[in-house]
């Protein structure tokens, strides 16, 4: 019954959250929040019949190989789990489930932010305001870029990117959108976006892009060199999605060649680690990967967790499984 069975939780989640898990499992919980090392990981995955990790877990196929077989379900909290071998789990029977949905519209305003506040040079001008060089108000000072109107390039329209388009249409730009299909007909029409088969002639033609695709083995360094270099100069590229997703030296050349006119990054290719040829421009704005970070999502994600392991101990088929065919 579900509440023999053993859900270690890698880290610390909401109150509300480890309260419930406590109530209607045998909960082992992180008091420490520090990320688990590899060590702990294996031990954990010793024990626990349910494993609840995050993105800050490593789970590659050798640590799953090293599981107890009472290892059944690795339930994460949060959407990607490009952190998890997927594969590796299902081959051994263990199901893996995510935490998609919830997070969408935070993650959609995360990107809608990263957009603005990089175009409108939001956080350069809170700067001069904080070390009080604001000295008078001039037609030709801090002038940024105007938004609407403009093209924004989408790649991946999953729920988050449609989440970003329909902001998007509302706020004036007009968008395009890549993806392994376009979506359907009534939702290209509902979201005013324009489908390209062809990843780099889209990205040639845009003044705004927005990366919202996972990171798998295909999208590595999607952002490579060579693709940074086909942008236009005025460009400005947002990633809420995955730090994988761009080759960072390369964008750091292309910030220092002014190759590129803004960047917008709230996930890192070495989280937590960022490339020192990132800070410390002015038209570069980093976030420390907050796009599902407010209490109302972090709460639904871990009820979410909890949904999923439900449902699998009363037998059923958890509602957020990933299976190797969806990534
Ligand atoms: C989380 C995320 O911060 O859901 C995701 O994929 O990146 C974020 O929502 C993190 O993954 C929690 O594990």
Redesign the pocket.
Known sequence: SASNLKVVLTRRLPDAVETRMRELFDAELNLTDAPMDRAALESAMQRADVLAP??TDRIDAELIAGAGEQLKMIA?????VDHIDVEAAVARGIIVTN?PGV?TEDTADLAMTLILAVSRRVVEGAQVMAEGRFTGWTPTWMNGRKLWGKRLGIVGMGRIGQALARRARRSGFRSHYHNRKPVSAAIEAELGATYWDDLDQMLGRMDLISLNCPATKETHHLMSAERLAKLQPHVILVNTARGELIDEAALADAVREKAIAGVGLDVFEHEPKVHPGLVGHANVVLLP?L???TLETRREMGERVIQNIMTYANGHRPPDRVIPAML
């Open positions: 995050t993105i994460n909290f949060g959407a990607g935490t997070l990967h796009g599902s970070a």
